[in-house]
């Protein structure tokens, strides 16, 4: 008899998540927390599961975490792991509200700083940088071009900051590898500035990145 799928909580810190499989670093890598809860210790990047072998892939202010061309590789990489009609549940900050509360006159100067840090992360570790913002409309395109289709939006938030969350199912099938290399060049082309041979040695460092990612975390079977 085959295992039921799996529900995924990655980069689970100090929050358990009944049902779910919660995954994080060993407790070395966290210099400053009282407690670990983490079912399984591992880099998450260099995960790998069955087709069609997890239910959901959930993370709380973990994606950011991650670098364009990473990323990239991580959905596509997921979309291959979940079963029909699987999910993906995403919290990230908010770089819309954060970015007006910074840019805002009335907002204190120590307001300010926690927003920056909301925005480019808390730095006690190697891991706790943040290599990209998402707005709602920018998440809802980066999963939308591998696969899943936006169930909900919902902005929330916490001491101050500003965040929100996007849920969103797989939908028509799992892709191909290669339609998913195409995808993302073609994602990725969006943030280049024009066309000039600098530019397109960007994208392709960029797609190098992505293919070492995407080489890891490829569904096995």
Same mark, same amino acid.
């Given at each position: 008899m085959?295992?039921?799928? #799996?529900?995924?909580? #990655?980069?689970?810190? $100090?929050?358990?998540l009944?049902?779910? @499989?919660?995954? =994080?670093?060993?407790?070395?890598?966290?210099?400053?927390?009282?407690?670990n809860?983490? =079912?399984?210790?591992?880099?998450?990047?260099? #995960?790998?599961?069955?087709a069609?072998?997890? %239910? $959901?892939?959930?993370l709380h202010?973990?994606f950011?975490h991650?670098t364009?061309p990473v990323?990239c590789?991580l959905?596509?990489?997921? !979309?291959s792991?979940?079963?029909? !009609?699987g999910?993906?549940h995403?919290?990230v900050?908010?770089?819309?509200?954060?970015?007006?509360?910074i840019?805002?006159?009335l907002t204190s @100067?120590?307001? &300010?700083? +926690?927003? %920056?840090?909301h925005?480019?992360?808390?730095? $006690?570790?190697?891991?706790?940088?943040?290599? *990209?913002?998402?707005?709602p409309?920018?998440? &809802? &395109?980066l999963?939308?071009?591998?696969?899943?289709? +936006?169930?909900?939006?919902?902005k929330?938030s916490?001491?101050?900051?500003?965040?929100?969350?996007?849920?969103?199912r797989k939908?028509?099938g799992t @892709?191909g590898?290669?339609e998913?290399?195409?995808?993302? *060049? $073609?994602?990725?082309?969006?943030f280049? +500035?024009?066309?000039s041979?600098?530019?397109k040695? #960007?994208?392709?460092?960029?797609?190098?990145i992505y293919?070492?990612q995407?080489?890891?975390s490829w569904a =096995?079977?």
């Open positions: 085959s295992e039921p799928p #799996l529900k995924l909580h #990655l980069g689970c810190g $100090e929050r358990y009944q049902g779910y @499989l919660n995954v =994080d670093y060993p407790p070395s890598e966290h210099p400053v927390q009282s407690t809860v983490a =079912d399984l210790y591992a880099n998450i990047a260099t #995960l790998k599961y069955p069609g072998s997890i %239910e $959901e892939v959930r202010h973990v950011e991650f364009r990323a590789a959905v596509a990489a997921w !979309n792991w979940l079963q029909p !009609n999910l993906i995403i919290e900050p908010d770089l819309h509200r954060t970015a007006r509360a840019t805002s006159p @100067l120590r307001s &300010k700083a +926690v927003a %920056e840090r925005l480019f992360g808390s730095h $006690e570790a190697h891991w706790a940088v943040h290599y *990209e913002g998402y707005t409309a920018l998440l &809802k &395109k999963v939308g071009t591998f696969g899943f289709v +936006v169930q909900k939006i919902e929330n916490w001491r101050g900051t500003y965040n929100f969350a996007l849920v969103a939908v028509n @892709l590898k290669a998913c290399s195409s995808l993302t *060049e $073609e994602y990725l082309s969006s280049l +500035v024009d066309t041979e600098t530019e040695r #960007l994208l392709a460092a960029w797609m190098e293919t070492r995407i080489e890891r =096995d079977g």
